[in-house]
Structure formats: structure tokens, C-alpha cells
Nanobody, 117 residues
Framework: QVQLVESGGGLVQPGGSLRLSCAAS????????MGWHRQGPGKERELVAT???????NYADSVKGRFIISRDNAKNTVSLQMNNLKPEDTAIYYC???????????WGQGTQVTVSS
């Protein structure tokens, strides 16, 4: 059974940085897609950044230029470097991964990121 475990959340001041990591287990092949979504207070879950196994990336407009996604296909891990954090980045961040044949999406349990002075 596929499991995704996030780490690295916490409290940071505006302008600060955090790095989130996600480790997948229970799957021996490369995920077609790995990435991050988030859900802020009173908001719907939204895409933050994703990366295909070939390296193509997709970022939400709100984080472009500030966040960097990376992944290690050999280890089935994905990370999110978050720089110049803003209060509006406060959310629970969820790791996600998608398999191929069958096409299934998995979610981690989430990690809280709070940006506040």
C-alpha cells in the first residue's frame, strides 16, 4: 500500500524560508507525477507545484519565483523549497503522487505551515 509522509512544516516569519519533504513507500516504480497542494483556512485545496517523472514542472502563479519543487525518482521523494514566505502561504500542505496503470492518486496526511510575525 502506498504511503506518503511529509515533514518540514512549522512556524516562520514573513520573508523566511522552509523546506518540505515527502517520502513515498509501498511503490517500487516511478510515480508519473509528484507534488504539493495546500489548503488554507476557509479555502479549498489548491495546487502549489507538481513535477512529472521526466522533470516538467507546474507552479501556481502565486508561488512562481518563490517556491522550487524537486524530486528524486530513485528514492520516490519530492521536496518543496519555499522562500520569501508570505502570510497568505499559511496552509496545510499535502504531498500527492500519481501512479500509472492503474491511474491512482495518493495523498499524505498533511503538514502545517504557518507564516506569521
Amino acid at each position: 500500500q502506498v504511503q506518503l509522509v511529509e515533514s518540514g512544516g512549522g512556524l516562520v516569519q514573513p520573508g523566511g524560508s522552509l523546506r518540505l519533504s515527502c517520502a513515498a513507500s509501498g511503490y517500487t516504480r516511478n510515480f508519473v507525477l509528484m507534488g504539493w497542494h495546500r489548503q488554507g483556512p476557509g479555502k479549498e485545496r489548491e495546487l502549489v507545484a507538481t513535477m512529472l517523472s521526466g522533470g516538467s514542472t507546474n507552479y501556481a502563479d502565486s508561488v512562481k519565483g518563490r517556491f522550487i519543487i524537486s524530486r528524486d525518482n530513485a528514492k520516490n521523494t519530492v521536496s518543496l523549497q519555499m522562500n520569501n514566505l508570505k502570510p497568505e502561504d499559511t496552509a496545510i500542505y499535502y504531498c500527492t503522487a500519481v501512479t500509472n496503470l492503474p491511474n491512482l492518486r495518493f495523498w499524505g496526511q498533511g503538514t502545517q505551515v504557518t507564516v506569521s510575525s
